[in-house]
């Protein structure tokens, strides 16, 4: 039994080109699921927040009644900690789920990319999913660069965010993003399940690679 962390974004919307925010909140699937695989396993969770806000869910994410309820029964995401009060090496593991949110204030999170950057150099399981890694464009090494550079990983792509009809109204694309800072980028195929492990980070292309980064989690903290 580990204790795990999973850091959830805290915005309830995402700022497009032209300035009209756009409704999100963290995407239901891609916490729930490893939510119940990591608990089924023994495992306890912490949610943290931007401000220990309470997160809100991608009402997009919600249309299925069952994870609706699902969610709706997990006390963790109703009572979250500050995420500038944690200390990541309270923490066997850490996980971010995706949704747009994090797209709004985790890549840009000076608290979430120290925590990140620490959690990655301590060889502890480091699992993101779908639009989460958008985090990771907030961590910093010491020479400025990202700590992230040269690791291989996946994350929503440039196809699937055409394919969902925003991508001509994003600010910018993850996958451009993350390429930017030196990630050495996997694709796989849109909407497809699709996961990279590299050391001791484990990133999920999208909503149905969920459960393939709790599995790899579950892997990683039996070693």
């Known amino acids: ?11 309830k919307v995402w700022t497009l080109n032209d300035g009209t925010e756009h409704p999100t909140g963290f995407w239901a699937e891609e916490a729930l699921v490893p939510y119940q695989a990591l608990t089924a396993a023994g495992h306890r969770i912490t949610v943290a927040t931007p401000g220990g806000v309470v997160p809100v869910a991608d009402r997009a994410s919600l249309t299925d009644p069952a994870t609706a309820a699902a969610l709706e029964a997990v006390e963790e995401f109703r009572r979250p900690v500050k995420l500038a009060e944690v200390d990541p090496a309270d923490y066997a593991a850490v996980f971010y789920p ?8 985790l890549a840009v999170d000076a608290d979430s990319g120290r925590l990140l950057t620490r959690v990655l150099a301590s060889g502890r399981p480091l699992g993101v999913v779908c639009h989460g890694p958008a985090a990771l ?8 660069s990202s700590p992230f550079a040269g690791y291989r ?11 969902g009809g925003l991508a001509d109204r994003a600010k910018w694309l993850l996958q451009d993003r993350l390429v930017d800072v030196g990630a050495d980028f996997q694709e796989g195929e849109p909407w497809a399940p699709h996961v990279v492990v590299d050391r001791n980070l484990v990133t999920g292309q999208n909503p149905a690679s969920s459960a393939l980064v709790a599995a790899e989690l579950r892997k990683l903290l039996a070693r």
């Open 1 to 11: 039994m580990a204790d795990i962390l999973f850091v959830l974004t805290g915005a």
């Open 98 to 105: 995706g949704g747009h949110g994090p797209m709004e204030d």
């Open 137 to 144: 464009l907030a961590a910093r090494g010491e020479d400025g």
């Open 153 to 163: 990983m996946t994350a929503f792509t440039n196809a699937e965010e055409v394919q």
